[in-house]
């Protein structure tokens, strides 16, 4: 039962564009989520992370939208940098999604 | 800083052996992870514990087995090991069930 769910496997987008990374999840019980990413040979990093009672968490460049009636949250990264190039896992209680491969091209 | 370690990084063994991933934090958190990843899914929660004492299986089935004597140390064990075992297996530790995880950079294992 996948109750985090990341339907994208890849996004290639222009550095100095905007990356979206979409995430829905299933369980109306979850109230705390979080974006991680991933370089290779290394285990995820924390980036950013939203509570239930608010709709948007901003950080820099990172931006997390939450979306409770529909059960969905994105990641905005604007600017987006080709250090961002990573995999991005959205993540809510001890749950992850299958993680989101970003490119960032120069 | 966040420090957690996993030990080894790679492992290729043989079918039947009997192997123990180490992972070991030095940030006094009660609570440690292990999920297993292949590549282009998601992470799969196999064992967790909230302090020393406490293990708890995750959502995926696994046939490993972990401990937790000490708060700073969760290993998990495979009495034999078998090609299906074949996977990425990352250890996480956290203050609480709600707060970020902290990851070890992963031990990748095979067994042929």
């Known amino acids: 039962d996948q109750q985090v769910k990341q339907n994208s496997p890849s996004l290639s987008v222009q550095e100095g564009r905007i990356s979206i990374l979409n995430c829905d999840y299933t369980n109306s019980m979850f109230d705390y989520f979080l974006w991680y990413k991933k370089y290779p040979a290394e285990g995820p990093t924390f980036l950013i992370s939203i509570s239930s009672i608010k709709d948007k968490n901003e950080d820099g460049r990172f931006t997390v939208f939450l979306n409770k009636s529909a059960k969905h949250l994105s990641l905005h990264i604007v600017p987006s940098q080709p250090g961002d190039s990573a995999v991005y896992f959205c993540?809510?209680?001890?749950?992850f999604g299958a993680g989101t491969r970003l490119t960032v091209k120069p | 800083e966040a420090d957690i370690y996993q030990t080894p990084r790679y492992l290729v063994i043989g079918t039947g052996k009997k192997i123990t991933l180490e992972c070991s934090q030095t940030m006094g958190h009660d609570k440690m992870y292990w999920y297993q990843q292949d590549p282009g899914m998601e992470l799969h929660l196999i064992h967790y514990s909230y302090g020393v004492n406490s293990t708890e299986k995750g959502d995926l089935s696994s046939e490993s087995t972990v401990s937790r004597i000490r708060t700073e140390h969760f290993p998990l064990t495979l009495e034999s090991a078998r090609p299906s075992h074949t996977s990425q297996y990352l250890c996480?530790?956290?203050?609480?069930?709600?707060?970020?995880?902290?990851f070890g950079p992963g031990t990748r294992l095979t067994v042929l």
């Open positions: 993540a809510a209680h001890m749950r």
């Open positions: 996480a530790s956290s203050e609480d069930s709600y707060n970020e995880q902290f």
